[in-house]
T-cell receptor, first 116, second 111 residues
Framework: DARVTQTPRHKVTEMGQEVTMRCQPI?????VFWYRQTMMQGLELLAY????????DSGMPKDRFSAEMPDATLATLKIQPSEPRDSAVYFC??????????????FGEGSRLTVL | LAKTTQPISMDSYEGQEVNITCSHN???????ITWYQQFPSQGPRFIIQ???TKVTNEVASLFIPADRKSSTLSLPRVSLSDTAVYYC????????????FGQGTTLQVKP
């Protein structure tokens, strides 16, 4: 049963610490998305990749966030330094195709980040 | 990207049919209408997608009128386990590839 795997599932850290979240997309999928979800803002698109190349990261605070895909089986989202306002659930999703017809994103279970 | 508007919340009872309508007035020719479902503490899950008229699968039906400015997700005979947030999205066939989620509709199914 293919699925998107995210680690860690839960992370509690102190302000100023570096946080790295990892995502293993479904094998063969060529697009990877990072979303952040909070009660106030809902699901926000942070960044996405196609064939490992970043297409858009305009939703990401550039000064502290970075997203990469070192290889086709791993996507990372890094926050350095972390701040309390970064507390949220971070979702990774993968899919096939560019957009529009037949595009279906498969989401991981999320990484719940709490920054104290 | 076309903006979508849907009710913030809806209540229903077990066994009823639930219809959630989404407005997307500035939908473009290349846009597809997609719905996702999100249970608490889980990531969203694709439910259904359509371009025009009616689409049905094992989970739901999607009705899209001829002008495509709105769509209605229909859930037949809901159960408590259908309590979730339902998102309507407009997915554009283009090189940008963005997929933006709105606020969604929180459906509460009561016994």
């Amino acid at each position: 049963d293919a699925r998107v795997t995210q680690t860690p599932r839960h992370k509690v850290t102190e302000m100023g610490q570096e946080v790295t979240m990892r995502c293993q997309p479904i094998l063969g999928h060529n697009t990877v998305f990072w979303y952040r979800q909070t009660m106030m803002q809902g699901l926000e698109l942070l960044a996405y990749f196609r064939n490992r190349a970043p297409l858009d990261d305009s939703g990401m605070p550039k000064d502290r966030f970075s997203a990469e895909m070192p290889d086709a089986t791993l996507a990372t989202l890094k926050i350095q330094p972390s701040e309390p306002r970064d507390s949220a659930v971070y979702f990774c999703a993968s899919g096939l195709g560019t957009s529009g017809r037949d595009r279906e994103l498969f989401f991981g279970e999320g990484s719940r980040l709490t920054v104290l | 990207l076309a903006k979508t508007t849907q009710p913030i919340s809806m209540d229903s009872y077990e066994g009823q049919e639930v219809n959630i309508t989404c407005s997307h007035n500035n939908i473009a020719t290349n846009d597809y209408i997609t719905w996702y479902q999100q249970f608490p503490s889980q990531g969203p899950r694709f439910i259904i997608q359509g371009y025009k008229t009616k689409v049905t699968n094992e989970v739901a039906s999607l009705f899209i009128p001829a002008d495509r400015k709105s769509s209605t997700l229909s859930l037949p005979r809901v159960s408590l386990s259908d309590t979730a947030v339902y998102y309507c999205l407009v997915d554009r066939t283009s090189n940008t590839g963005k997929l933006i989620f709105g606020q969604g509709t929180t459906l509460q199914v009561k016994p």
